[in-house]
């Protein structure tokens, strides 16, 4: 997909005369709607299920379901409502029933910005439950959990399940292995993510201590058929992973459990429930279902598909689009160093480009970027100098992490615009600096009304100006009040609730003055 968007041509010059006016901010601004508007939720399933008189094909699987008034709906996540909405519109006259786990106030919220079109009708056979409010379990979501496993559990082989999944949905399935409570559980997960774990090594504990995580929910709904529509915010798109994989069976290892916990410091002093539970794990065999084919888990939406029309979106503005990476992970440090590099790069002179191009190179593997990657991408910013292509906009994808030092409020993404923002520091060609954006698809980056921010080569200065100490500001994890003070917020991306979750999404406008000679 890369690779097709970099032979495509910009638009002709005099059709671009009107888009000039744009700041090089809103053009980003309109990339990332761009992006989230490709994995609305009940776009994903309009296009996943095509139906059949009384049957139903679940495309690009090859597999058809009958339709026989035994349709039952599960879903978990910050995206499965509309999920639900058009999975009912297309199979609803054979609908049974089924229950939903949902954000605490999503309905509330949809209503509020006129998304009626993501909302259940009134006389719909599916309970909507909310709870997970910040994102975090609780008990409302445990109770959710408790009805979507009795659902489950009262299936026969002449039913079939939909299960529907999207980003949130581990902390809206908590169902913790007893004797561990929720709060046990939540408690070691929070400390997981505060010492900076990956969603995997996360994924691995909360599998480990989860009833319906980790192919549990399948295995509750044997013998009936399973159908699970997906959409991915983990990357690489990994099934067992995403909403730590209720329909996928997940072998869990006692040592690859212990060496997590051993990583971060939590072995030290664990709680009884905690001892008996490691104690019981084992290595999972091949589940019976799965080898009878009565599991399909498709996923109908990911970060590469977004990237893909944050791209032709990005044409229509004028820039010559290009994919890094949907998989960039890895310390938000390393990350803002690498766009920080690819702009330097980009704006560099000649002699200074080898080593800059070395260094790049070097920092790829640490970020989850590929060498051959990183060389195609160098290779569009030579040329799009060389060849009078105009401006160049770098698209990539993922999820980096934070180590927490503060008690600020603040999320990954406005963490990392401010760190390339001082990466971009002092860069400055003749006409505009090169603007970076990272945004969370989902809308909401940490606790704060906010998915993400925008940045360019003033933000030190402009900080200065105003008595703010950025340092200050980033030793506290404090990105969201930074960026709230600064300028009044405009630096802020605040598209409100996107209704879709495919992780972020970092864009990097160069512009078409940038590489001297």
Known sequence: MARVLSLIRPQPFLALLGRRKMSLDSRAREVFAAAVEAVQPDIAVQQSLERQGDSVEVVGSGRKFTLRNNVHVVGFGKAVLGMATEAERILGDHFVGGVISVPHGIQQTLRQHGKHHLLLKERSRIQVMEGAQHNLPDADSQKA?????RLARALTEKDLLLVLISGGGSALLPAPVSPITLHE???ITRKLAAAGATIQELNTVRRAFSKLKGGGLAQCAHPAQVVALILSDVIGDPLDLIASGPTVRGPVCREEVLAVLERYGLLDSPSASVKEVLGRLHPRQEDEI???GHVLNVVIGSNSVALQHAGRRALELGFHPIVL?????GDVRSVSRLYGLLARFACSRQENSSELAAELLKLGPEVGVETRDLRRVMQSLDQAHSQAR???????GG?????LSGKGRGGRNQELAMRVGLELRGLQPPLDSPVFLSGGTDGQDGPTEAAGAVTDASL???AQKQELDVVSFLKNNDSFTFFSRLSGGRNLVVPGLTCTNVMDVHILLIPSSAKED
């Open 325 to 329: 990476s949907p998989g960039v992970c």
């Open 460 to 462: 030190y200065g402009d």
């Open 290 to 292: 799965e080898e009878a």
């Open 399 to 403: 999820e980096p992490t934070v180590e």
């Open 390 to 396: 105009g401006a160049t906009c770098v698209l990539a």
């Open 145 to 149: 959990a408790e009805c979507i496993a």
């Open 185 to 187: 559980k939540l408690d």
